[in-house]
């Protein structure tokens, strides 16, 4: 491993004082030294690398508290559309799709766009409504194609081409769940457009925790596990290239996916490193002795901190208690109009005193938990059965979490601080659904939204993530500092929901890696800890606000090791 001496740079050390120096030495893959760039020549190796950054910056590697990185890669191994303006631009996709398949083979794809631009069409396509099935059919009379939903919207739509609805029986009267649609034309035969209001999907995407439902298509081929391994490693890859050298997979990671990380580690592929929550699925709220099972199995090899190493871990169970919000189903105090129209609380998945027995089976088996609870009630179910757990085996160190959290009160704050509890959401939320919070909530609760001043004031340790949409890191610590709707335009809680620039970065790195019990790991520029950094173009504490998405990750290095570099190391340099 050589070793390497950064100099000539502004390094951001996010260290206790939010020191700026010049220069970093790294040895052994670990940070030896940093300082002035005459301090760390002094204490250089012999025969280190000298690279001049030439003014660039250095942060610690980011750290995504909630990414969802294989899906992510899965979406970017797949057939996508961009921002189509036309149907043409839909089927020239599909039409060189079908001819790199044999006959018969299925074409699925990725939503004709995602999150805020989905919400702009099919009014963004020239003809101003969605291809239908005879569209589809020209570009590939000989393939079943199915068009994914986009997850997160209400409606969701589907678009499959006469092939698939023939090979899945569909027509005009065929049953469909809760929530499901399936539009027809003028003669009252299927278009091949089907919408779906629900969350999770009942109409299948090929990302594993959503094949249970699988309506209307069960025959959709599942993933393989190359498939998933391919669909890390791609994530994997383009994480890397965005500057992201830590990710904790906090909502729960299916069994599918667990073992395509091991893969990868096992292989020596691993470049990022994963901290991953074990999922508790949602039935098994309904099946105490399934519960029970899985809290048992997962006690021997997730208990405590995590089992594993400083590059792949496992630890403790994740749970969802109440629904999306981008959807209208997040449960809220007071009634509001969901995604069907008509006003409700959300959704709740499990009684709470269900979910407070089960948190308390878990915490006997020195399990960790997580919950992803969006809503004001929610939240508030949540933590009164994490103190009522807490009443008879103490919290206490144990980083128990709340994720997305998007609607906290005071109360919950002091709760979370009195527990030691640690809390993920994102700003991006903001951007994809701020106007459907705002329409569904009103202005003031959505200004209120992922308030991160607020956290940070109450001394709760709460830490930014992107839940993969979209994934840069960079536009994710901007969103934080802008809260822009990205649909309608302006900004939400601004100026009393304002953060620092510094305090933005500290939740992407050094907040994000407490998560995972690594802050003495990495997350800051600091002797002892692996040289997991980001070498940016520009210094994003100093350019204009705006610019900060646009800076370019210009080098990634993950304990010393090069693992993206667009010119910084030039020759022996890892490719990108």
């Known amino acids: ?108 794809c990725n939503p004709i766009a995602s999150e805020p631009d989905v919400f702009a069409y099919p009014a963004a396509l020239a003809e101003g409504h969605w291809p239908n099935r005879h569209d589809l059919d020209r570009a590939a009379p000989d393939n079943p194609v199915y068009i994914e939903p986009e997850a997160l919207t209400a409606p969701g739509v589907a678009i499959v081409n006469s092939r698939a609805l023939k090979i899945a029986g569909i027509t005009a009267d065929t049953e469909v769940p809760d929530g499901v649609r399936i539009l027809v034309d003028a003669d009252g035969q299927p ?44 994530g994997m890859r383009a994480f890397n290239q965005r500057g992201v050298t830590a990710i904790y997979e906090g909502h729960g990671i299916p069994k599918p996916q667990q073992r395509a990380y091991l893969d990868l580690y096992y292989r020596g592929e691993l470049s990022i490193r994963t901290y991953f929550v074990v999922s508790f699925p949602v039935p098994l709220y309904r099946d105490q002795a399934g ?38 189903a997040s449960l809220m105090r007071e009634p509001y109009v969901g995604a069907r129209g008509v006003p409700w609380h959300g959704v709740q ?31 508030d179910k949540v933590l009164a059965a994490f103190e009522a757990v807490d009443r008879q085996v103490p919290l206490a160190g144990k980083r128990w979490a709340i994720e997305h959290c998007q609607f906290p009160s005071p109360e919950n704050m002091a709760v979370c601080r009195k527990l030691g509890l640690v809390a993920t959401s994102t700003a991006n939320f903001l951007w994809n659904y701020g106007d459907i919070y705002r329409r569904s909530l009103g202005q003031q609760l959505s200004d209120d939204a992922v308030p991160y001043r607020d956290w940070i004031d109450a001394g709760v340790m709460i830490a930014q993530s992107t839940d993969g949409r979209p994934s840069d890191p960079l536009f994710a610590i901007w969103q934080m500092l802008a809260r822009q709707d990205g649909i309608a335009g302006g900004s939400f809680g601004l100026p009393r929901q304002k953060i620092t620039r510094q305090e ?28 997991d950094l980001a070498i940016l173009s520009d210094d994003i504490m100093t350019i204009p606000e705006d610019a900060i998405p646009d800076v370019a990750v210009e080098a990634t290095l993950l304990g010393g090791e090069i ?3 667009a010119g910084v190391f030039g020759e022996g340099g890892a490719a990108s």
């Open 349 to 379: 998945h499990v009684d709470e005193t269900v979910f407070e027995q089960i948190a308390l089976d878990a915490a006997r088996a020195g399990l960790r938990v997580q919950v992803q609870c969006s809503g004001g009630l929610a939240i």
């Open 1 to 108: 491993m050589t070793d390497i001496v950064l100099f000539n740079g502004i390094v951001h050390t996010v260290d206790a004082a939010d020191s700026v120096r010049e220069a970093v030495a790294i040895s052994g893959g670990r940070i030896v030294a940093v300082g002035s760039n005459e301090e760390v020549h002094a204490q250089a190796a012999p025969g280190a690398r000298m690279v001049d950054l030439a003014g660039r910056t250095v942060v610690p590697g980011f750290v995504d508290a909630h990414p969802h990185l294989d899906a992510v890669g899965l979406r970017l191994s797949k057939p996508s559309f961009g921002l189509p303006k036309s149907i043409e631009d839909v089927l020239a996709v599909v039409r060189r799709e079908a001819a790199a398949r044999q006959p018969g083979e299925w074409i699925v």
């Open 504 to 531: 933005a970065l500290r939740l992407y790195t050094y907040n994000a890696a407490y998560c995972a019990f690594w802050e003495n790991e990495v997350g800051s520029i600091e002797p002892g800890k692996y040289a």
């Open 291 to 328: 519960g029970r099972a899985l809290i048992a199995e997962t006690s021997l090899y997730a208990g405590g901190n995590g089992f594993g190493d400083d590059l792949l871990k496992l630890g403790g169970l994740g749970f969802s208690f109440d629904s999306a919000t981008a959807i209208g």
């Open 191 to 234: 278009t091949g457009v089907i919408e779906d209001d629900n969350f999770p999907k009942r109409l299948p995407d090929q990302y594993g925790t959503m094949r249970p439902n699988c309506a209307l298509f069960p025959m959709i081929p599942p993933l393989t596990h190359d498939d998933m391994v391919d669909a890390v490693r791609t």
């Open 563 to 565: 693992i993206h570099d």
